[in-house]
């Protein structure tokens, strides 16, 4: 196996070091290592965190090989600075056997550049009427330990109380998308002061509100583990907040998006702004915001979900929701957050690993430690161009934006799957 030297880079946003990686691990870290045999890589300006770890990413194969691949994902996700991600189970057919995990695993370990990690669905067919094989996917060869039916609520309580008895045993986690579908009928954004100028029917937060509060009562109720995927209003936090002040196992998540853009964009009635939860007003991202430093919102999650042309360059009404996420999440995150690296690598690889139990990831630089890595250039700007994006689809919401920050390299248990900001395969 290679060697590599990363010179004079910032770990974690910590003074200058070098780092050497050796067979898949890091060898050493200190200042003025020598290591005649390794590549050396130059580090000087860049920062060193450990390889970004995803809880939420559509890969949609099986399926829509059309708009994404395993392969082509991973390969996304990797030039955005990712080690790991967790594919959502509304593939076609849906994951919710053994047999899908399984395939998208092999898949995601034959493409190489990052770590897939199925996440199974809760219901067969995602349809929220019967428990789908939780113990199956959890004992298959992709040891399923996140299960979720995202795109789709799981509304019936009974159901939710069961599929949460259920993973106990394993320890496993229910990812809930917090929708209550009978006040989100024919939604197409946000309910609110636009909504209303538009004309277009809303998407209330009392649905997402709704949905988590119940939800929190029935984790705690049951003592097992409950994620609540893309979290998009202030309600919500507040919600969360008092949930993890009374000790419920519950834990949250935010998507760029959600941290940036606002209702707002709805009316350039262009679909590329179209999204589930929808984006909200400024009031809410400011909460957004506020909790995911203060950690009552534990990661930011991409729900990177790309979807073909037809399915998103035609009228509002009937594009399909979703936005790509994986190539532009550091920027968003150093844009919004500023350059608080301890923070960053916090929210967005040690603490999803953790949830996710995925072991090697999530872990700073330091000897003996799988070197599982990225680098990250923050002096950097780059214009958003969406034909030279990696993802198969080219549905971004940042299209010719100039964001802050650039991924250096990738390195996947010490070989590099990104270098020069260029993928390796
Ligand atoms: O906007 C979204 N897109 N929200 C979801 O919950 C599902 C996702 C998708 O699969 O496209
Ligand atoms: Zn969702």
Known sequence: MSSYLISNVSVVGAAPTDVLIRDGVVAAVGAGLDAPEATVVDGIGLVALPGLVDLHTHLREPGREDAETVESGSRAAALGGYTAVCAMANTSPVADTAGVVEQVWRLGREAGLVDVQPIGAVTVGLAGEHLAELGAMADSAARVRIFSDDGHCVADPRLMRRALEYVKAFDGIIAQHAEEPRLT?????????????????????????????????????????????????????????????????????????????????????????????????????????????????????????????????????????????????????????????????ERMSRTPARIAGLEGHGLDPAPGVPANLTLVDPAARRTIEPAELASRSRNTPYARMTLPGRIVATFLRGEPTVLDGKALK
């Open 185 to 345: 009928e024919g939604a197409q954004m946000h309910e609110g002061e636009v909504s209303t100028r538009l004309g277009l029917t809303g998407w209330p937060a009392v649905a997402e509100e709704a949905i988590i509060a119940r939800d929190v009562l029935l984790a705690e109720h049951v003592g097992s583990r409950l994620h609540v995927c893309h979290v998009s209003t202030a309600g919500s936090v507040e919600v969360l907040r008092q949930a993890k002040a009374r000790g419920v196992r519950v834990t949250a998540e935010v998507t760029p998006h959600h941290l940036l853009l606002t209702d707002s964009r709805a009316e350039t009635y262009d679909p590329v702004y179209k999204v589930n939860p929808p984006l909200r007003t400024a009031t809410d991202v400011a909460a957004l915001r506020a909790a995911l430093v203060e950690g009552v919102i534990d990661v930011v999650a991409t729900d990177h979900a790309p979807h073909a042309v037809e399915d998103k360059e035609c009228e509002w009404a009937y594009a399909r929701p979703g936005m790509l996420g994986l190539e532009t999440a550091l920027s968003i995150a150093l844009d919004v957050l500023g350059p608080r690296w301890d923070l960053i690598a």
